[in-house]
């Protein structure tokens, strides 16, 4: 793993990265990650919950710098290949907009031959996402306020955004 981004990584054909305003399918990112080579496909699946710390949340808001979110999900893969160099398919679809709870806010799935190295590298994949990724999100909060937050900020907090 490495300290630095390189943003020089090319895309392999067989991967999905997306940042939509779309609802997101569990069913169509399986079946981006999966693959006849596969003996596991491992999905995460991001939702809104209802709460944060004990406060109500009412919805979230999720903006994305867009072109830099893709160039970090095509390095988390590439970091991702280098760590299981078995991976077949590497999926990362994250939504944006206003989210309800409920609702998911990003899929990650990895296809490999063995399910170990799918569960290892998927969760890699989201906790890389969280730390570098520039995704921000606005709770709203059931009293009316609202907050703006880092996603990476989440994490580096220790809070579990």
């Not at 943003?7 to 999905?16: I, M, N, Y």
């Not at 079946?31 to 939702?47: E, F, I, R, W």
């Not at 059931?142 to 907090?157: R, Y």
Request: net charge negative.
């Amino acid at each position: 793993m490495t300290n630095t981004l390189d943003f020089r990584v090319q895309k392999r054909t067989e991967d999905s990265f997306a940042i939509t305003l779309a609802p997101l399918s569990i069913e169509e990112i399986y079946t981006k990650a999966n693959d006849p080579a596969n003996g596991a496909v491992v999905l995460m699946s991001g939702m809104v919950r209802n709460q944060t710390d004990g406060k109500p949340v009412v919805s979230l808001e999720y903006q994305a710098y867009e072109p830099m979110a893709l160039r970090v999900f095509t390095q988390i893969a590439a970091d991702i290949r280098s760590l299981w160099p078995d991976v077949n398919r590497v999926v990362i679809h994250h939504r944006i907009g206003r989210l309800q709870v409920g609702e998911i806010s990003v899929l990650v799935a990895v296809g490999c031959p063995h399910r170990g190295e799918a569960f290892e590298a998927c969760r890699y994949a989201i906790d890389t996402l969280k730390h570098n990724v520039p995704i921000w999100k606005k709770e709203f909060w059931q009293d009316g306020s609202s907050t703006w937050v880092s996603i990476g900020a989440c994490e580096q907090s220790g809070e579990n955004c």
